[in-house]
Nanobody, 129 residues
Framework: QVRLVESGGDSVQAGGSLRLSCAASGITASTNTYYVAWFRQAPGKAREGVAAISPDGGSSFYADSVKGRFTISKDNAKNTVCLQMNSLKPEDTAMYYC????????????????????WGQGTQVAVSS
């Protein structure tokens, strides 16, 4: 059974930085073909994709709203995916989730929530003005 646990969410001022981590358990190196993505959801808003990364960490994808500010990375030895968030804005305030899908190739719509079936519990990010 694969489990994902997010951590690193906090309250920060605009312009600050946070690093979110998504730790996976129940994954073996020989069968690790998971694409992993970060999503966020603010109260009353739809869940939106933020960033995604390929199993080997060689390919990454970003929503236009975070390009140039956020960076997704992967450490296979630690079974961890991180999201480095810089130059944070109040509109980045949301619950952030990591999610995974076991695939050999990328999902057709890689930042769409419906493509992912394994989800973490979320970590809260709050950015004040």
């Amino acid at each position: 059974q694969v489990r994902l646990v997010e951590s690193g969410g906090d309250s920060v001022q605009a312009g600050g930085s946070l690093r979110l981590s998504c730790a996976a358990s129940g994954i073996t190196a020989s069968t690790n073909t998971y694409y992993v993505a970060w999503f966020r959801q603010a109260p009353g808003k739809a869940r939106e994709g933020v960033a995604a990364i390929s199993p080997d960490g060689g390919s990454s994808f970003y929503a236009d709203s975070v390009k140039g500010r956020f960076t997704i990375s992967k450490d296979n030895a630690k079974n961890t995916v991180c999201l480095q968030m810089n130059s944070l804005k109040p509109e980045d305030t949301a619950m952030y989730y990591c999610a995974a899908t076991p695939r050999w190739g990328p999902p057709r719509t890689i930042l769409a929530p419906f493509e992912y079936g394994i989800w973490g519990q979320g970590t809260q990010v709050a950015v004040s003005s």
